[in-house]
């Protein structure tokens, strides 16, 4: 396989193309390095077949224009623009994730939490583009981004339009035909609730494990998206809130006029949901454009019978959902001109006789088959629904004309374990015998979930174990050193062990990088006493010390050697030895005595005594504890600290919102300590070392 041309090339000196990430349907998408800004981007190259195309070129810029009108955290953000004779591109940020799909197809069926908690995610981007004039067009799980953290950003506004206030007709059907709406099957108009549909769809696979309408041919799904009638997704997994596949439904709906009007309608609606996962919607007026006032289950029988027919009985009515707009009234007919010719009236009153005839003689043969069957006077047997709320399940007394089905299960607070919480039909209503009543059943008070010990787990276990909660937990890692901990490894949570956890919170979970690593200037401590050398030198920081008495003239206890040079740099965990006096004089070399050289004696020589010239006393080193002023900035950063030449602090992390920092220092007299951050000079500082009286 030949190598990609673009690999390894440098576009505009300043983007290095590293490896390909993705192919889309007219570009290449590559992972590359910002020599700029030292870092790695997504770099998006239109495909040479269409580079010399002017409809693609003006497409792909298109993109570029849109795109880079939005800011939204979930959104893909867009950096950078080109256009040259090297290629068309686009420079974007890198997502280090997978995309939803790849999620849908690891996980399965989603819980109805985690559906939720991916489509406000998406809605709320879609809320921030539409309000910019900008309809995506492709709304599919390949173009959502699930990150780690379980957040989500929308990708490829590659067939993204930037719409006007007159909207134009597409010429074509874009997009991923299982998620496309009905009116880009068609290729009609397009705008925001093309987007809501989308979305919509993209919910029920999530939830249902399937799409609504799939088939052996694009031609042949793009049908079913026109025609309509898609199973409801409760089809597939009877565990689905009613209220959220109310959602679904609506945001499905054939006509455009019948869904969400905006994406903020549908975020109401899923926002109300969500504090109440029990209620259903009515059809009552919106409080938003778009989305239906909410009311909780158990005060369904009572509005229903305000309205004069309950839920089930407008169902029963052919009005199967109960969040569709009523149909319009039908329109009256024009009426025909009222001169006619005889003969043309002559011609209609022979057609109506006939007719007439006709019509007689299909009822006459229907009436005796009826006959002949004994159906034609057979009245259809109806009972009411009785009232099954608050009931226990298990305990339940058999009733004549209907079969109750459980339909499974969710946490209530207001009704006890095994106790009834929904039914459906609805209490009241007449139905024919031997029709089912299907109820759901609460499970109880949810249990109250608290942050479990992480401490000491690797980092991607507790970050595993989190997202398995399946809440929607947020998780951010940090670093920072410990000396018991290994590296990567967890050293503490916030929440903290045994805090509680609620849904869609954030967690910081902090890991070891090992122990912090300190370098020193090593100090010159021969002729010092050896408890006060080992003083200064832990004083600084060395925490590996270790004697090593040795035969010297020189006082009992003074040091007079070291294993490391003084002013070497060195980790303070290095082993430091040191010569100590035991006080003993060396012995003496004891050699054969050599023939006296006879020579005439000499005079001795007399010589002054020396006497030594008293020294200044070594100056006192104190050691102090003392508080630098460091800027309390928005984010951590890194502090370093000099004196002279010799680095008493490197890259020290503080943390945000950090005004001091609190070091033992060891000196004399008076001393200036210079202050860098990132690496650049930010102050000097002076610091005066007084004895302690």
């Not at 070129?57 to 298109?62: G, I, L, Q, S, T």
């Not at 339009?161 to 299982?178: D, I, N």
């Not at 919480?421 to 059943?441: C, R």
Request: hydrophobic residues 35%.
């Amino acid at each position: 396989m030949d190598k990609d041309k673009y690999i390894g090339q440098l576009l505009d000196d300043r983007y290095e193309i590293l490896e390909v990430i993705g192919i889309g349907g007219m570009a290449v998408v590559y992972k590359a390095l910002c020599h700029r800004l030292n870092r790695l981007v997504a770099v998006k190259i239109l495909k040479d077949e269409y580079s010399q195309d002017k409809e693609f070129r003006d497409r792909f810029h298109a993109e570029s224009q849109a795109v880079a009108m939005l800011s939204h955290p979930n959104i893909v953000s867009i950096y950078d623009v080109s256009s040259s004779d090297e290629a068309d591109y686009i420079v974007m940020e890198l997502i280090d994730g997978i995309s939803l799909k790849q999620y849908m197809e690891k996980k399965g069926v989603l819980n109805w939490k985690e559906t939720l908690h991916f489509a406000i995610q998406i809605a709320k981007a879609l809320e921030h583009a539409h309000g910019r004039g900008i309809v995506h067009r492709d709304i599919k799980p390949h173009n959502v981004m699930v990150l780690k953290n379980g957040s989500i950003k929308v990708a490829d506004f590659g067939i993204a339009q930037v719409t006007s206030r007159t909207s134009t007709l597409t010429t074509e059907a874009l997009g991923s035909v299982h998620y496309i709406s009905p009116e880009q099957a068609k290729g009609g108009r397009v705008d925001n609730r093309s987007d809501v549909y989308s979305l919509g769809v993209v919910m029920y696979e999530m939830i249902a494990g399937r799409v609504p309408y799939d088939g052996d041919s694009p031609v042949n799904i793009a049908i079913q998206h026109i025609n309509g009638g898609a199973q409801k997704p409760s089809q597939y997994n009877p565990n689905i809130p009613q209220g959220l596949e109310q959602i679904i439904r609506k945001a499905m709906a054939l006509a455009p006029k019948d869904r969400y009007l905006t994406a903020t309608a549908m975020l109401y609606d899923m926002d109300e949901f969500r504090k109440d996962p029990t209620m259903v919607f009515t059809e009552a007026p919106a409080a938003v454009d778009g989305a239906t006032r909410a009311i909780p289950t158990d005060a369904v029988n009572e509005l229903a019978g305000q309205q004069g027919k309950t839920i089930a009985e407008r169902k029963a009515d052919g009005k199967d959902d109960p969040v569709a707009v009523p149909k319009p009234p039908r329109r009256t007919p024009k009426p025909e001109p009222i001169e006619e010719e005889e003969e043309g009236r002559s011609r209609a009153a022979t057609i109506a006789i006939a007719s007439c005839v006709v019509v007689g003689i299909v009822a006459l043969i229907i009436f005796f088959v009826l006959l002949a069957q004994g159906g034609l006077f057979t009245k259809t047997e109806m009972v009411s629904v009785p009232n099954l709320i608050g009931e226990n399940y298990d305990t339940l007394r058999d009733y004549d004309g209907i079969e109750v089905v459980r339909q499974g299960g969710e946490y209530n607070d207001q009704y006890a374990r095994g106790e009834i919480i929904y039914q459906y039909p609805l209490s009241g209503v007449q139905v024919k015998a031997g029709t089912k009543v299907f109820v759901k059943i609460s499970l109880g008070s949810e249990p109250s979930l608290t942050m479990d010990d992480l401490v000491d787990l690797k980092a991607d276990e507790a970050e595993r174990f989190l997202n398995d909660l399946n809440i929607g937990l947020r998780v951010i890692r940090r670093e920072e050193n410990h000396s018991q901990i290994k590296a990567g490894n967890v050293t503490r949570t916030n929440p903290a062990k045994g805090d509680p956890l609620n849904y869609g919170q954030t967690v910081t979970i902090w890991i070891s990088t090992g122990p912090e690593v300190i370098f020193e200037s090593m100090l010159d401590v021969v002729g010092q006493s050896y408890d006060y050398a080992v003083s200064i030198l832990e004083a600084n920081g060395f925490k590996n010390i270790i004697p090593n008495p040795v035969n010297s003239d020189r006082p009992e206890g003074e040091v007079v050697g070291q294993s490391v040079e003084k002013y070497e740099k060195i980790d303070v965990t290095t082993e430091i030895v040191l010569d100590v006096s035991n006080g003993i004089p060396e012995e003496p070399d004891v050699t054969e005595p050599s023939e006296p050289d006879v020579t005439e004696p000499s005079e001795p020589e007399v010589t002054e005594p020396i006497i030594p010239e008293p020294s200044d006393p070594e100056p006192t080193q104190v050691t102090i504890d003392y508080v630098f002023v460091v800027p309390g900035r928005a984010e951590s950063y890194q502090l370093s600290i000099k004196l002279g030449d010799t680095l008493i602090v490197e890259n020290m992390t503080v943390e945000s919102e950090t005004t001091t920092v609190q070091l033992t220092l060891t000196g004399n007299g008076t001393q200036n300590y210079d202050l860098y951050i990132d690496g650049e000079y930010y102050a000097t500082e002076t610091v005066e070392f007084e004895p302690d009286d």
